[in-house]
């Protein structure tokens, strides 16, 4: 009988299927009932074909739709997810995760610029890509909208490792013309030309899509925005993703460069940098005016929990953002490096942590949802990954309740799924996710990678 382990190889069918505890979100939290934004089947069964899930329920109720000759991989005292989905993370910061900052741009000079420097080198950036890839795996993140550097072998390191591996990836270029290292400009016009040649190359290239990335209005001029904006009018089906409101001194440094701009949020409105598409890192000090500009016009935010305690960037008001009078499109980021782990199961917990400080907490239904189908909506794709439905990509992720003995025994004592998510986000990390799948194919093994290094069978 062949299993799912099997057409892992290569060698068997191509219908694949997974059975254990399924999570899903069927709606979204933060403006749906519980029962209807949970739905939990505690012997469930995933069925997929050609790197879609077919099935989607019971085990009893679905078991016939399995061919003769497949056997479903059963993790039974697991919990089966949605794959994450980390809407904000930079791969050329990953060997300065966990490096002291005392504020932003303390950071950005002392840390993050001498390092993106580095990526000239395509060699180095290949080098870094494989291990962004495979720590995303490792983590049980199947879609990442990542930065780059400046320098265009960046994007085309990291789009041809997440090939290799299937990942679904949105990528670009950073766009950056003044107010940083010279060794890290461009220009409006070569920013432009590189960017469009990127994107001709990988946009829709199997998983790959284009990200247009000025870094944050601070460093670009106007007629780099101006660029950014005809380039991602020019090229629908694109995203737009830079950085807003992250800080109080940036707010202020963003509107000395812009005075004729009423606020932050104001310069990308006003250079066509908002819609659909477009998603904004932090945001953590926008306006209530500013949130709802946001969605009125269906411009999403990436919360990056971790990176803002890490860098006393203040604190982002979740459940107002993403449930308040004005709802906006929110997913989570780990904001590698600035953010100091891969992990979307500590992200998780450091939403809740910060949501409580604002004095209105999330709980584990709405902080998984915005790592996984909020996420999802943010990038444009909750038709195509996310919540486990019939139709969508089989990318998905096992967590393991007992990967420590620690977890195994608070586990234990779990009244629910609810308590149970909260528990694996509070002290699980990379060790809790025992497979991850990408397509429909196990693509990370916890159990059987070799030490150090991530994916198996892609």
């Avoid at 990200?211 to 005809?230: G, K, N």
């Avoid at 904004?280 to 009125?296: N, Q, T, Y």
């Avoid at 969508?392 to 025994?409: G, H, K, S, Y």
Wanted: glycine share 10%; charged share 20%.
């Amino acid at each position: 009988m062949t299993t799912a382990t099997d057409a892992d190889a290569g060698t068997g069918p191509a219908v694949t299927a997974v059975r254990g505890p399924l999570v899903r979100f069927p709606a979204d939290p933060f403006r749906a009932g519980r029962d209807e934004a949970l739905s939990y089947t505690e012997d469930g069964l995933l069925v997929c074909a050609e790197g879609r899930i077919t099935a989607a329920g019971e085990y009893a109720a679905l078991r016939h739709l399995l061919p003769a000759d497949v056997s479903p991989a059963h993790y039974p005292d697991h919990v089966i997810l949605p794959g994450f989905v980390d809407t904000h993370v930079h791969c050329v910061q990953t060997d300065v995760m966990a490096a002291f900052g005392a504020d932003l741009m303390g950071w950005l000079e002392q840390r993050a610029f001498p390092e993106e420097e580095r990526f000239a080198d395509g060699r180095y950036a290949r080098e870094a890509a494989a291990v962004f890839c495979d720590a995303l795996l490792r983590n049980g993140t199947t879609t990442a909208l990542v930065f780059g550097s400046v320098h265009p072998e960046s994007a085309d390191a990291l789009f041809e490792e997440a090939a290799r591996r299937n990942l679904r990836i949105a990528c670009g270029k950073v766009l950056m013309d003044r107010n940083s290292p010279a060794a890290l400009l461009d220009t409006a016009h070569s920013g432009y030309e590189e960017s469009k040649a990127l994107l001709t190359r990988w946009h829709g290239k199997g998983r790959a899509q284009y990200a247009i990335t000025p870094r944050f209005a601070p460093s670009s001029t106007p007629e780099q925005l101006e660029a950014a904006a005809a380039l991602w009018r020019e090229h629908p089906g694109t995203l737009l993703h830079t950085h807003v409101s992250e800080t109080p001194d940036e707010v202020e440094w963003a509107r000395s460069l812009f005075p004729g701009r009423a606020g932050y949020l104001d310069i990308y409105d006003h250079y066509g940098l908002l819609g659909p598409g477009a998603v904004l890192a932090h945001g953590v000090h926008l306006s209530p005016a500013e949130r709802a500009r946001c969605a009125a016009t269906g411009t999403a935010l990436a919360h990056c929990p971790g990176s803002n305690l890490a860098l006393g960037s203040g604190l982002f008001p979740a459940r107002e953002t993403a449930g308040g009078p004005h709802p906006v499109t929110v997913g989570l980021g780990t904001d590698v490096g600035a953010g100091p782990t891969f992990s979307m199961l500590s992200t998780v917990y450091e939403a809740y942590k910060a949501a409580a400080l604002c004095g209105a907490p999330i709980d584990a239904v709405q902080a998984y949802y915005l790592a996984t189908r909020g996420g999802a909506a943010a990038l444009g794709l909750a038709d195509t990954v996310g919540s486990l439905a019939p139709g969508q990509e089989a990318d998905f992720v096992v967590l393991d309740p007992r990967a420590t003995p620690l977890l195994a025994r608070r586990a234990a004592r779990a009244e629910d799924i609810e308590e149970l998510l909260f528990v694996l986000a509070a002290m699980g990390d990379d060790r809790a996710v025992r497979a991850t799948y990408v397509a429909g194919r196990r693509a990370h093994d916890r159990d059987a990678a070799p030490a150090g290094r991530g994916a198996g069978g892609l």
